[in-house]
């Protein structure tokens, strides 16, 4: 009986689009809004919940791999532009300790200066200017 209902889910889910970054998003979304509804019983949530539920398994079982495949990709571009930018401040954050970062006054193009060098003279490697700070 298990290997007829393994051959059985297999054969089912040949052809179909299966899960993907955006579908296990929502899923997980859908468990974060049960939870809540939990706590607040609030109908509009639970309903929310159901909409995100109904998707994300719509999403699993369509046949239709090219539109599945843009929506994926979509959301994995917004997800990438999100994680870039908490990663520039990450890496921000851990040089603060060990670097200065200025502005050219003229091009705004950002230098890294070492600290604990005292007053120096910056020369800005796209426009040339030279100024002064303290690192």
């Not at 994300?56 to 979509?74: C, G, L, T």
């Not at 990450?90 to 230098?111: L, M, N, T, V, W």
């Amino acid at each position: 009986m298990r290997r007829k209902l393994s051959d059985f889910f297999s054969n089912f889910m040949s052809g179909r689009y299966g899960s993907d970054d955006l579908s296990r998003f929502t899923l997980a979304a859908c468990l974060v809004l049960l939870i809540i509804n939990i706590f607040t019983s609030q109908p509009i949530i639970y309903l929310l919940a159901l909409i995100l539920l109904v998707w994300s398994y719509f999403r699993m079982f369509s046949r239709n791999y090219v539109q599945r495949s843009a929506e994926n990709e979509k959301y994995m571009n917004i997800i990438q532009s999100i994680r870039g930018r908490f990663g520039k401040a990450e890496r921000r954050a851990k040089q603060s300790k060990d670097y200065h970062i200025y502005k050219c006054p003229s091009c705004g193009q950002k230098i890294r200066i070492p600290r604990g060098k005292g007053k120096i003279c910056i020369t800005c490697p796209k426009c040339r200017k030279e100024f002064q700070k303290r690192s």
